[in-house]
Every structure is written in structure tokens, then in C-alpha cells.
């Protein structure tokens, strides 16, 4: 069986996580292909404009499979996981996540690699590391607080509740909550409202935000003035094309 299925459609790859009879659980199996997509996203920039990864039936992921945990499913490389997250994270290319039903620890590290978050108003986001007696390696303490703000991650990290969509865009850590009815056609809107711009300023602009990340506003500034990438080989004709779109309305 295939753990994690792989569809290209005008410029969108999609993954979507294939364990939908368990909740599409986290096992190593599944990371390792989720690895082999992401190295292989990397290198097709030319291909690929924006990654969009869901989760198929009931939920996005219910975190990490303790069962198969309990049986002794542990990875050659104790930071497969970590990275893999960490890689997808960094892609050229960016990032969608769409989470509907569960998203529990594991499934929200993971989620937390999205450099955007849309959420069904069925999602359920928690973190129970602390249910469980485990501490976060996978990105949680580090990528939680960026997103949510350092005092409302410690309330999601020392309490375990679980929050809706609704309050997961309230507090920041989703983009945008929609009905669930609409959340297909909300991710697919979004991924092609992206992949329609510029592929250049995409992958440049992402480039900008992870490099001055944690900087100061001067050092920011002083860094996209001074480090610009400048214009793309496409902007040309773009403006062209606005130009002449401009004349015919004229």
C-alpha cells in the first residue's frame, strides 16, 4: 500500500497522507516515503510551483502510531522524522497544508511545516506529549511558538486541550477556517491563486521570510535591500502583459 500518494495538476503537486483506516497515524514507512516526495520536490522547481499536503479520509493525522511504537517501529536514523518535517519545511516551493478532522502532536509537527494552514471547521488540533510522558523532537517547541506566540503555545503544550478550527484561526495558528463543505474547493482555490503568480517571486519571497527570520527590523531591512534576488526572468513579459491588458480597457 501506498502511504503517501502523489498528484501533479498544473503546477500543484499533492500529497496526501494514505493511512485513512487508522487515522493515517505516523509510522517510520510513511515518513520514509513522505522523505523520498520532499527530496524529490526539491529538485523540480521547474515542474512544481506550490506543495499541497492533506490528509485522505476522516483526518489530516491523528499524530504518531503508538502501537506501532509499542511494537518496536523505530527508524534507522532516531531524526528522520525531525528532519523529514524540517525538509518540507524548506522546500523552494511553497507550502499548503489543509487539515480536516484530527491533528494531534505528531500530525500538528508536522502541519507546522505549512507556510500556510487552512483548516476545516472539523479540525481538532492538540498537542499530548504530555499525556504521554514525551518531550517534542520534531520541530513542536520551536515551531508552535512561532505561529501562536510563545505563552499561548505553552497553554497548548502543558495543558493538551484540544482546540477547533475556529479557535486555531483565532489564535493564529490557521490561516483561515472554512465549512467543511468548502474545504476542498478552499485549498484548490488557494494552491491556484499561488501557482498563478510568479514561480521566481514564490520560491524568492519564501527564500526572504526564512532567511531574516528572528532578525531585527533593521537587520531585516538592510537584508532584503542589500540581498534582493531583484526581478524574475518571467517579470518582463508580465509586465507586458499588464501593460497590454491596461490598453485594451483603455
Known amino acids: 500500500m501506498t502511504l503517501v500518494l502523489r498528484h501533479d495538476q498544473d503546477g500543484i503537486a ?21 522523505r523520498a516526495h520532499v527530496e ?21 493525522s491523528a499524530g504518531n502510531d503508538l502501537g506501532a ?17 524540517e525538509k518540507l ?14 491533528c494531534y502532536t505528531g500530525g500538528l509537527e508536522l502541519a507546522l511545516a505549512a507556510d500556510i494552514l487552512v483548516a476545516a471547521e472539523s479540525a481538532k488540533f492538540a498537542d499530548t506529549h504530555g499525556k504521554w510522558a514525551l518531550t517534542p523532537v520534531w520541530g513542536m517547541s520551536q ?20 482546540y477547533s478550527g475556529r479557535q486555531a484561526e483565532a489564535m493564529g495558528l490557521a490561516n483561515v477556517c472554512v465549512a467543511d463543505d468548502a474545504f476542498e474547493a478552499e485549498i484548490d482555490s488557494l494552491a491556484r491563486t499561488m501557482v498563478a503568480n510568479s514561480w521566481f517571486s514564490l520560491r524568492a519571497n519564501k527564500r526572504l521570510l526564512i532567511a531574516t527570520d528572528g532578525m531585527t527590523l533593521g537587520e531585516g531591512l538592510s537584508w532584503e535591500v542589500h540581498r534582493t534576488e531583484g526581478l524574475g526572468p518571467d517579470a518582463a513579459e508580465r509586465i507586458a502583459g499588464f501593460g497590454n491588458k491596461t490598453a485594451k480597457v483603455g
Request: net charge positive; proline share 8%.
Open 40 to 60: 524529490t520536490l526539491a529538485t523540480q522547481t521547474e515542474t512544481v510551483g506550490v506543495v499541497l499536503l492533506k490528509g485522505a479520509g476522516k483526518c489530516f
Open 143 to 162: 515551531r508552535l511558538p512561532r505561529r501562536v506566540g510563545p505563552y499561548k503555545a505553552r497553554e497548548m503544550m502543558l495543558t493538551s486541550r484540544t
Open 89 to 102: 519545511a524548506n522546500l523552494p516551493q511553497p507550502v499548503i497544508v489543509g487539515v480536516h478532522g484530527h
Open 69 to 85: 511504537i509499542a511494537a518496536g517501529d523505530r527508524p534507522r536514523d532516531p531524526r528522520l522524522q525531525g528532519t523529514t518535517i
Open 14 to 34: 499533492t500529497l496526501t497522507l494514505n493511512r485513512p483506516d487508522k487515522l493515517n497515524a505516523l509510522t517510520v514507512a510513511l515518513f520514509e516515503e513522505l
